[in-house]
């Protein structure tokens, strides 16, 4: 099969034949549609910071596809079916899964990270990983709701408990930050949106905004965070995981507010631990996208109190992964979709 093969970082991916996955008895062969690109992604080839499975590697986590081949096993699934590939894979075994706690899974595999992902023509999972895709949603739909979508719904759901009326403010107006804001709309909040790059401000104001704030354009981001929010926030969600923004973002927040880190980075904490002892701050780590939430998120889509539209704003064939994984790289779109058979948006 083709695959965008990453060997090291600080360099563009490689585009390789690469034995296709086996199956086995209880695994499903999935033909991939569509993956989309995280930051994540670019983490690893831009940063330094390292997957934990030894390259080569394939990355990518955002993925959506047709299953072409079922082991001898499998009863849920046939080929033919349409399936939602979940960003991480949990064990189903160990005490968080049972508690449904699946994101503190103490075997958990990430798709991309810690086994090889999705800029690939095939991949091969476990039986009782996928979920099925409703006819009605594009296989773009898919790699949203595998990752992104339902990421934001743990942040805000899950991990912060997010109060009506409370003043929050978002970090970064990217694929994730705008699924947060989404999100956060649901709970009756005030939100509003920080980055650097109007049209993605333009953006979140569309899809529900109170406020944005290009801090480019800000003397001083905390006081212009504080002033166009009406105040200190109560939760500060920071996306983006670079020294400025968990600085900016620290600085913004009340005192007794909760700082909720959700960009992964390698980066050591940029301030000062006495100012989370003084002001009495919770800091809130999130990660992972709990499978078991996709009907959720489907019936959220269903109603229309959560949408699409906006989220997919470049698309590409796996042979220009590299141009593709560019777009994200400067800030030129939201989420960028990689097609390993070639472009068909009609799916």
Sequence with gaps: MRAAVFHH????????DVPTPNVGVHDLKVKIKTCSICHTDIHFIDQGMAPKMKPPMILGHEIAGIIEETGSAVKKFKPGDRVIIPASITCNTCLACKS?????????????????????????????????LPYEYSYEAGSLISNVLLGAYHVVSDRINIRA????????????????????????????VVDIFDWK?????????????????????????????????????????????LIQSMNSLKKGGR???????DNALPFLITKVVENEISLIGATGAPRRKIPEIIQLLDDGKITLDHMVTKRFNLEHINEAINTLRMGQTIRTMVYPFGINTND
């Excluded at 899974?105 to 099925?132: M, S, T, W």
Aim: glycine share 10%; with cysteine; net charge negative.
């Design 100 to 132: 449904w706690n699946e994101t503190h899974c103490e075997n958990i595999k990430q798709l991309g990270v810690d086994i090889n992902g999705g800029f690939a023509e095939y991949i091969v999972v476990p039986d009782f990983h996928p979920y099925r």
């Design 259 to 265: 700082l909720v880190l959700c960009g992964i980075t």
């Design 201 to 245: 401000l333009e953006v979140a104001k569309k899809l529900g905004a109170d406020y944005v704030l290009n801090s480019n354009k800000a003397d001083v981001c905390e006081e212009a965070v504080i002033d166009i929010a009406g105040g200190k926030p109560d939760v500060v969600i920071e996306t983006i995981g670079a020294p400025r923004t």
């Design 9 to 16: 970082s600080y360099e563009p991916l490689s585009i390789e």
């Design 165 to 192: 009326g409370e003043n929050v403010v978002i970090f970064g107006a990217g694929g994730f930050g705008l699924s947060i804001l989404q999100m956060a709309k649901l709970k009756d909040v005030k939100v509003t």
